[in-house]
Structure formats: C-alpha cells, structure tokens
T-cell receptor, first 109, second 112 residues
Framework: RKEVEQDPGPFNVPEGATVAFNCTYS??????FFWYRQDCRKEPKLLMS?????NEDGRFTAQLNRASQYISLLIRDSKLSDSATYLC??????????WGAGTKLIIKP | EPEVTQTPSHQVTQMGQEVILRCVPI?????FYWYRQILGQKVEFLVS????????KSEIFDDQFSVERPDGSNFTLKIRSTKLEDSAMYFC??????????FGPGTRLTVL
C-alpha cells in the first residue's frame, strides 16, 4: 500500500459546483496533514494545514478522520482559477513530508 | 510577503558535469529542504537540513548529492556528476517549524 494515496483524476467539474477529494495515508503515527495546490510547471503552494479534526478557510474545507486514516478537501462554488493539481501531504513528525501524487481538477465554464 | 527564491530558473548541463542549484530561504526560517519533480510525476523528497546539518535524506540523495549553507542566507544543492535521469524540476523549501513548508519557484535542470 502506498504511503499517501489520491485519486489521480482528472475531475472535470462545472464552474460553481462543489467538488471533494479524498486522500488516504498508511501510517497511523502521522501527526500533521496539508493540502497543497500546484499549477502546471509551478511550485506547490500551501493551501491549508489540517490539524485536529479539520478546518475551514472560505470556500475550502479540510477534514481529517484519524480512525479511517483519510483526509478530505471540499471546494464549494468552484472557480475557473481553482483548476490545478491538489496534493495531499502527510508529516509523520519527522523532517520528511510524504507527498501524494495529486488529483488534477479542471473547472469548466 | 517574504518568499523563497531560487537561481537559476533553468540550468542546462552535459552529462557528467557538476551543477550547483542555489536557494535563498525565507529569512527567519530554520528548516530547509530540497525536492525534485520529474516531469509528470510526483514531488519527491531529497533532503532536509537543520542546524547546519542534514536531518533526513531519501534514497535518491546518494553520494552524488550534497547540500551546504555556505553563509547566513544561501542554501545550495550540488550534484557532482549529473546523469540523464537527474533531469527534473528541483524545488527548495523552507519552514519555520518543519510543518508548513514554503516553496521556491524551482530550477529546471536539463541534462544532455
């Protein structure tokens, strides 16, 4: 089993719709969790940190389920500018982040 | 807003040559990292650096790779003898607390 798994997509979603991504991780000792977004040929940019059970930032909601070892990201009222690859990242309380392969999101007008 | 910077943006080199990729982390950050991303593939961890020494490294980071913080601002990645498969985007990142990491724009390395 991969350490961090994501559905590669692509998710093709009409503008204004709600979209959700899931990410599962294999190490139950994992301590902190992040969502990054990456535009084509650009660097990853931190979108949200996910601590405790989850948190919300505007149209974005991240949730953590430690018992089932998954993290989700919900995007409401999606915009064209949300088109990107969304990367799930897990820190097992050491100096290395474990990266998922990313889920590609395409928002269509 | 402070940001991580990297130079050069694109480096082309011949196989077997040495390259040095440079990064200036965010000034008050204490943790520094190098990652690489081969075109179309996932981000891969190379090495983390804290308190002037390597704190962790991956299997990719073999004897051909080294890192250095030669002064108070720069953080460099050296590849001693480049191979074709070293062609990738190399990202530097820094962190205040080894959790949230902030990335530079990357250096695209092309080995011919």
């Amino acid at each position: 089993r991969k350490e961090v798994e994501q559905d590669p997509g692509p998710f093709n979603v009409p503008e204004g719709a709600t979209v959700a991504f899931n990410c599962t991780y294999s190490n139950s000792a994992s301590q902190s969790f992040f969502w990054y977004r990456q535009d084509c040929r650009k660097e990853p940019k931190l979108l949200m940190s996910v601590y405790s059970s989850g948190n919300e930032d505007g149209r974005f909601t991240a949730q953590l389920n430690r018992a089932s070892q998954y993290i989700s990201l919900l995007i409401r009222d999606s915009k064209l500018s949300d088109s990107a690859t969304y990367l799930c990242v897990v820190n097992m309380n050491n100096y290395q982040l474990i990266w998922g392969a990313g889920t590609k999101l395409i928002i269509k007008p | 807003e402070p940001e991580v910077t990297q130079t050069p943006s694109h480096q082309v080199t011949q196989m077997g040559q040495e390259v040095i990729l440079r990064c200036v982390p965010i000034s008050n950050h204490l943790y520094f990292y190098w990652y690489r991303q081969i075109l179309g593939q996932k981000v891969e961890f190379l090495v983390s650096f804290y308190n002037n020494e390597i704190s962790e490294k991956s299997e990719i980071f073999d004897d051909q790779f080294s890192v250095e913080r030669p002064d108070g601002s720069n953080f460099t990645l050296k590849i001693r003898s480049t191979k074709l498969e070293d062609s990738a985007m190399y990202f530097c990142a820094s962190s205040e607390n080894h959790n949230e990491q902030f990335f530079g724009p990357g250096t695209r390395l092309t080995v011919l």
